[in-house]
């Protein structure tokens, strides 16, 4: 395939890292929320067969649930092997020691 030209390769960049757990508790808040808004307009819902709307969030804020205790599990994870590491270097900040 002569016609196409490689593209020349890039290192990845650093992921972003944000407030995750806050993120998706945010989020799980919301899914629950619209889901409960939506319960008293079940009958309205089921009339139109858009049922989907409400099993959705539903679905939305217990997926939700699993994504907070992922994420706390993640950060907690990332927390215990910064301090690790702290220590491993000798407390020296979390940076390694450099070589002259």
């Known amino acids: 395939m002569a016609g196409f030209l490689k593209a ?3 290192e ?6 944000g407030p995750v757990v ?9 899914w629950f929320a619209m889901f409960l808004l939506q319960l008293p ?5 089921a009339d139109r067969d858009l049922l989907w709307w409400v099993w959705t969030c539903a679905a939305g804020g217990g997926l939700g649930l ?7 599990a993640r950060d907690a994870a990332l927390k215990r092997h910064a ?10 900040g979390g940076t390694a020691p ?3």
Request: no cysteine; hydrophobic share 40%.
């Open 8 to 10: 020349p390769t890039r």
């Open 12 to 17: 990845a960049p650093e992921p972003l890292e």
């Open 22 to 30: 806050a993120t998706v508790t945010g989020g799980t808040v919301l």
């Open 41 to 45: 307009f079940y009958g309205w819902f």
């Open 66 to 72: 699993i994504g907070i205790w992922y994420v706390r």
């Open 83 to 92: 301090a690790a590491r702290t220590a491993a270097d000798g407390g020296a």
């Open 98 to 100: 450099t070589s002259e």
